[in-house]
C-alpha cells in the first residue's frame, strides 16, 4: 500500500516527510504545495514534515496527534470505520433544542464513550442536539479547547478519531444531531507550527490574541482554503451536522467575499453532494443582521447566530446583576424587548460598548435565527468562580429562566448540567505543558474581571489539576431534591415545547410581552399561549392576554396547561413565587 503525502510551504526550498524511519523529499507542485509517496507507509505510520531542514512538525492538517501537539502526526484511514447511520439525512436547526457540553467533564471517563453512556439521558430530557465544544488538538490532556492548534486532529485523551465517530454514529442512531464548534479565528499560543509553514496570519490586522488569520493577504486562497476544507472533514468524514463558529466578528476580510459567505457557499454544495442537511452557526457580538441574512439579500448566510442580549437581559433580571458587561441591562423591559425584537441593542447607545450599537433584525429573519439561553460555557466560565445559575438564582427563579428560554421565538440552547441544577461550578481550566503559558494564564486570567468588581484573588488557578476536577458534573444528584425539580421542570417543559406548535413558531409577530418592573412580574403571549412568571417575594394576580386557550405558570413549583373552560378565571390567575 502506498501513502501519499502533501503539505502547503510556499516559500520554502526543500521538504522533507520523516516517516518508517526515513526521510523523503517531497516534490514542488503548483501554488507552494509539495507532494510525494512513499510506497513502505501504512495507515497507522507516524510522519512529520521537515522545511528547509529544521525540526520536524506535525502535519499542519494532521487528522491525529496521538503523541500530543508536539509530536509526529499519524495517517487515518476515514474509510476504515463502519457507519451504522446510513438512514441519517440530518434535522434542521429550527424549532429544535440545542445541549452544549464539554466532553472531558460531562462524563466521569471525559471521553467520547463517556458521552455515548449519558445519551439515553439527553434522549429522555428531550433535546435534539448535542453541540460538542471544540475537540480538535490543544497542549495537555484538559482545557477547554478553544486554544487548539491541530485544528484537523482530533484530541487524543477523549478518544481520537475512532472515538468521535463511534459518539456521532451513536448520536444518530438515537435520532440526535451533533454540532462541532470550531476554531478558525486564532489558534493557541503554544505549538502553533503554522507560520513555519507559510503565511497563516498577517500582520496588516490584529485580534486580541495578535496578528490575525490571513483571510485577504498575499497567499490567503490558501489559508482560506484551509478552513474550508477544515469544515468539510467535519461534515464529511466525522458526519457531523452542523459547525458553530466562534467569535466570528474577529474575522478580519476585506475581500470581495467575506469567508463567512465562501464558507455558506462550500457547505451548500457539500450538503447538496451528501443528502443531508448541513448548517452553520455563528458566535457574533455585534448584532448585525448581516451575519445571518441570506447571500441573496447580501448577508452571510449563516443559518443562525448566539444571541447574547436576551441572555444578558434575562440573568441580569433575574439576578440582579449590573456590573460589566451587564451594565446596559437590568429592566424587564429588556427581556420583552428581546424576546418580541430578537436584539435589545438596536442602534442605540451601549454604555459598555461606549458608542450605539447593533442594528434591527429585517422582518424575513424568524427568532430560530438566533439561539437563546440562561447559560452556556462563556457566561458561566467567564465568572471568577464559575457560578452556574443554580449558585446565583432559587429554584422558583430558575424555574423562570427556563420557561422564558424554552417558550422563547429563539432556537433553545441548553448548557450541560442545567437540566438540574447542577451544583458544580464550571472553571476556566488549563493543562499548557510550556511554562511561560501556563504563567501568563495565572497572570492574566484575574484581569479579565476587573470590569465586573470581583476579587482576583477569588479567581482559581486555571492550571490546578482541582480546578478541572471540580468542573466536573456530579450525576449522582440527578435525582436529589430540588435538582429532581428542576429536572422535572425541564422535562415537562420540553415536551410541552413538542406538544404546541405556537412554541415552535419563529415570528416576532407571534409573541407580545407586558410587565411591570415595580411589581416584578412578566407574562408572554405565544400564539394562544400565555407564559405568566412572577418574580416577586409574594402571591400577587397576573393579567392574562385573551383568548388565551393555556397558561404556564413559570413561578409555581409545577406547571399548569389548562383548556379555555379549564383552571383560567376570569383575566388573571394567581400564581405563587418561590424566590
Known sequence: MTVSFRVWAPTASTVEVETVGQR??????????????????????????????????????????????????????????????????????????????????????????????RLDHLVNLGVDFIELMPVNAF????????????????????????????????????????????????LGPHANYLPEFGPYFTERHTTPWGPAVNLDAEGSDEVRAFFLDNAAQWLRDYHVDGLRLDAVHEFVDDSATHFLAELHDSVNRLSAHLGRTLFLIAESDLNDPTTILSRDAGGHGMTAQWSDDFHHALHAALTGETSGYYVDFGSLADVATALEHGFVFRGQRSTFHGRRHGAPLPPQVGGDRLLGYLQNHDQVGNRAQGERSSALMTTGLLQIGAALVLTAPFTPLLFMGEEWAASSPWLYFTDHEDPDVAEAVREGRPSEFASFGWDPDDVPDPQDLRTFERSQLDWAELEKNSHATVLAWHRALLELRREQPDLTNDAFGSVSVACDEDARWIVVRRGRLAIACNLAQERQALPLPAPATGVLLASAPGFVFSGADGEIDGESVAVFSLV
Open 24 to 117: 523523503h523529499p517531497l516534490v514542488r507542485q503548483e501554488t507552494g504545495w509539495w507532494s510525494t509517496a512513499v510506497p513502505a507507509a501504512r495507515p497507522d505510520n507516524d510522519y512529520a514534515f521537515v522545511v528547509d531542514g529544521g525540526a520536524p512538525r506535525p502535519d499542519p492538517r494532521s487528522a491525529w496527534q496521538p503523541h500530543g501537539v508536539n509530536g509526529p502526526s499519524r495517517v487515518v484511514d476515514h474509510n476504515a470505520f463502519t457507519w451504522s447511520d446510513e438512514g441519517w439525512r440530518g434535522r434542521p436547526l429550527a424549532g429544535s433544542v440545542v445541549y452544549e457540553l464539554h466532553v472531558g467533564t460531562f462524563s466521569p471517563d471525559g471521553t467520547f464513550d463517556g458521552v455515548v453512556d
Open 139 to 186: 497542549p495537555g490532556r484538559h482545557g477547554w479547547g478553544y486554544d487548539g492548534v491541530a485544528l484537523f486532529a482530533v484530541h487524543d485523551p477523549y478518544g481520537g478519531p475512532a472515538g468521535l465517530k463511534r459518539l456521532v454514529d451513536a448520536c444518530h442512531t438515537r435520532g440526535l444531531g451533533v454540532i462541532l464548534d470550531v476554531v478558525y479565528n486564532h
